[in-house]
């Protein structure tokens, strides 16, 4: 799908009627810009997003692994 907005803003409480507990509301719309004080912004993961994500924890991963393999080595070394 194209254009999709990054981030919306849900409107619930439109009429005044304000809910405690998201379940709760009716006639929850949305909109791309707030119109209310009372609207919660809402960002919208896409797949980019998660690839970029997926990214980060490979890289963290590999650094972990490389310390371990550091270490291992440095231990190794100095029992000899």
Known sequence: MKNIPK???LQVDADGDR???FKECH????CEDRI???????LII?????RR???ILAIIAAIIILNIIYYILNYNISCN
């Open 7 to 9: 981030k919306i803003y």
């Open 19 to 21: 809910c405690e507990d």
């Open 27 to 30: 006639g929850v719309s949305w």
């Open 36 to 42: 209310h004080e009372t609207d919660i912004e809402y």
């Open 46 to 50: 896409t797949r980019i997003n998660y």
């Open 53 to 55: 994500i997926i990214k």
